[in-house]
């Protein structure tokens, strides 16, 4: 029975306890116990999957906002004890205090937030938009089915940390984690908890071992908080327990080189690039200067509770950015001919889309807004798969051998394949030497069907493993190349040098073309 000794240690609040059950004989201890035990037979077992920190989450068709000392359900403010819920959302520090009875942002001035956005010095003009859509959604993230990233990058002294700190974390603060280069991701982890908040995390560099492995963790996590199944996390303990993470953030990465080489990773990541302007003549230098005067003016013009006010306006639109997300994802997947580049780019358009608009688009809408768009310019996601990765990788890969002359020459592998399918000429070997190197390394040069000539891999081949093993794809490259659109699994083992082996066979363009502009 839980005594009024053991209720004052639970809540030390002699008023919060007469207001929930004082009467004219003061607090009747026995009755608050026995109601405080129902209460939690009434709740079931307690699970960490019913935990819910702070940010934005759906809970049974409803928007609610856990602010930390109050939750915002469908727009109404109340405790976060008093939701009749499934999920647990535990009371915590104040947070966002204007958040729920702030005024909501306004069109116009969202209008004029993207304009500031278009502002910064972009590569491609279409990063603007990008930036602002990844902060019209970042507050809102653990509401999304998918949960876009960003990668802002720039050379240095190009204005990449003014960019982060006066209009990213200015934008939304202080809904979201700050990190720096030195965090990890179990540090992320730990911070976040069950929070669903977005994470910027400034000076992503990977330079040196240590930096590269550190920031292998922090792409496993933003691999992990992308999708609404991939958000669930297991760590073991020093006890053999294990510890269930939920990770629900949208990741804001700055750095001057970005790291990302996986295919994975870069159809989960939007890599914005800033460019150095000229600053040679006197004439540039004060070019510049205007120019970044006009931004500064842009953001000032801004509310000074612009942040408290976004984040009011998201929230209450919540279920009208999912339906056009769903709407733009599909538009775009069948723009630019893939579906994963379809939800990373169809929900940061709809974060654009929601700074100006609150309504869900129509079909005709959404197409004439995507006409804006330039599609070639997102090749990069949509090419980067990982059976062309690793015919890159091979094809440039160094390798030293003694021409029939005698003199020792080295070349990359595709330079050899030109050589031995005659699509090139080296002084040094003729085609005849060529494939007796490949043959070395298990490849070999292999008709098939009529006057197709392409390139056998050995799939049990000492030198093959040996280039592999230093590469990414070590354990799996020979399933993955075999998923190559034109890729033909030989049905009888062939001749390498002196080996028999299963093999791969692919076009000659693949293996030449992957190391060649």
């Given at each position: 029975m839980l005594t009024g000794d053991i209720?004052?240690?639970l809540v030390p609040d002699e008023t919060y306890w007469s207001r929930q059950y004082g009467g004219r004989e003061g607090i009747p201890w026995k009755s608050v116990g026995t109601h405080l035990v129902a209460q939690c037979m009434a709740k079931g077992f307690y699970s960490p999957e019913r935990l819910r920190g702070r940010g934005v989450w759906l809970d049974d068709g409803r928007v609610v906002a856990h602010l930390g000392d109050?939750?915002?359900?469908?727009?109404?403010?109340?405790?976060?004890?008093?939701?009749?819920?499934?999920?647990?959302?535990?009371?915590r520090a104040k947070f966002m205090g204007g958040v729920g009875r702030a005024k909501p942002l306004t069109?116009?001035?969202?209008?004029?937030?993207?304009?500031?956005?278009?502002?910064?010095?972009?590569?491609?003009?279409?990063?603007?938009?990008?930036l602002a859509g990844w902060i019209a959604i970042a507050p809102i993230c653990g509401a999304l089915p998918w949960r876009p990233h960003i990668w802002v990058t720039a050379p240095a002294g190009t204005g990449k940390t003014f960019v982060l700190e006066n209009i990213i974390a200015w934008a939304i603060s202080p809904m979201f984690v700050f990190a720096k280069g030195a965090t990890t991701a179990a540090g992320l982890r730990g911070k976040l908890r069950a929070d669903a908040l977005p994470v910027i995390y400034d000076e992503a560099e990977a330079n040196g071992l240590a930096a590269e492995q550190r920031m292998q963790g922090i792409l496993q996590f933003a691999r992990n908080a992308s999708q609404e199944g991939d958000a669930h996390e297991?760590?073991?303990?020093?006890?053999?327990?294990?510890?269930?993470?939920?990770v629900r953030s949208s990741l804001c990465a700055s750095s001057i080189r970005v790291p990302l080489d996986q295919a994975a990773d870069i159809s989960r990541f939007s890599v914005l690039t800033m460019r150095k302007a000229a600053s040679d003549t006197e004439q540039e230098r004060a070019d510049n200067e205007a120019h970044f005067a006009k931004l500064r003016a842009a953001l000032a013009a801004l509310p000074s509770d612009f942040s408290q006010r976004l984040i009011s306006r998201q929230i209450l639109n919540v279920q009208a950015i999912r339906a056009t997300v769903e709407l733009f994802s599909e538009q775009v997947a069948r723009l630019a001919g893939d579906r994963r580049l379809g939800q990373q780019l169809g929900t940061l358009i709809t974060g654009c889309w929601s700074l100006v608009r609150h309504d869900v688009p129509t079909v005709e809408e959404a197409q004439d807004?995507?006409?804006?768009?330039?599609?070639?310019?997102?090749?990069?996601?949509?090419?980067?798969?990982?059976d062309m990765d690793i015919f890159r990788y091979l094809s440039s890969r160094l390798i030293k051998f003694s021409s029939p002359s005698g003199k020792m020459v080295e070349r990359s592998l595709g330079e050899v394949c030109a050589v031995a399918a005659s699509m090139a000429v080296d002084d040094s070997y003729v085609p005849a030497a060529a494939e007796k190197i490949l043959n070395r390394f298990g490849l070999r040069f292999h008709p098939v069907v009529g006057d197709v000539n392409g390139f056998a891999l050995a799939l049990k081949h000492d030198q093959l493993d040996e280039l592999m093993g230093r590469s990414q794809y070590s354990k799996g490259w020979r399933r993955i190349i075999?998923?190559?659109?034109?890729?033909?699994?030989?049905?009888r083992d062939l001749l390498f040098g002196a080996l028999r082996s299963p093999y791969v066979w692919v076009p000659a363009e693949v293996m030449v073309g992957s190391g060649r502009d």
């Open positions: 209720c004052r240690v109050r939750v915002v359900v469908d727009g109404v403010v109340t405790e976060p004890a008093s939701i009749d819920s499934h999920y647990v959302y535990p009371q069109d116009d001035i969202g209008r004029q937030f993207r304009a500031a956005c278009r502002l910064v010095r972009w590569e491609k003009d279409v990063y603007g938009d990008l297991y760590k073991g303990t020093q006890t053999h327990d294990a510890v269930e993470f939920e807004y995507l006409r804006r768009f330039n599609w070639s310019e997102f090749n990069e996601a949509k090419d980067a798969r990982e075999a998923r190559h659109p034109q890729a033909t699994t030989g049905d």
